[in-house]
């Protein structure tokens, strides 16, 4: 994950920002999730180091339905639940895993050359351009939970490691 830390500070930071420009968010509400936020960066929780995470379970502070609704509606974004899309192994197309955590964004599934791709971080011009170099630009964008993200980028984990069990005994 430490491969990824300078794209997880820029890509909250940029995100933070987002939030309050758009109205979404006070700048005294994001002070105190930067704080939190860089508590789990320094504390090595870098799986979980999202400043959403302190602005909606934490303080309370940001109202998640309204932020997936402002980039639903001002980007005509589609919305997922992940929770009903059939996963599979991100290995195939060469996506790490630690990648899609540190950046809540999930390409979740690839139809005629283009990537359907889930994420939290819409508002985070770092998080969209990186994935859409990474992805040559074929990119349809969607909207999704954090809940829905991370029960997502667990099934993935449990799909990797069952890869890796089967793998194990042949």
């Known amino acids: 994950m430490q491969q990824h830390r300078a794209l997880i500070l820029r890509g909250n930071r940029f995100l933070g920002s987002s939030l309050v420009d758009k109205g979404l968010l006070s700048m005294n509400d994001l002070e105190s999730a930067n704080e939190k936020f860089m508590e789990s960066i320094q504390g090595g929780e870098m799986r979980h180091a999202s400043i959403l995470t302190p602005l909606i379970y934490d ?4 109202e ?29 197309i060469d996506v790490d895993l630690d990648l899609c955590w540190a950046t809540s964004t999930l390409p979740f599934d690839y139809v005629d050359g283009v990537y359907l791709v889930a994420t939290c971080y819409y508002l985070s011009a ?37 890869e890796d069990d089967a793998e194990d005994e042949d």
């Open 126 to 162: 770092p998080v969209v351009k990186h994935w859409e170099d990474s992805l040559d630009g074929r990119v349809i964008w969607y909207v999704t939970s954090c809940t829905s993200m991370a029960r997502a980028l667990d099934r993935i984990a449990e799909i990797h490691q069952a």
């Open 59 to 62: 303080l309370k502070v940001l």
């Open 64 to 92: 998640e339905d309204k932020m997936i609704e402002y980039m639903a509606e001002e980007y005509e974004l589609g919305l997922v639940d992940l929770s009903f899309i059939k996963l599979q192994s991100l290995r195939p």
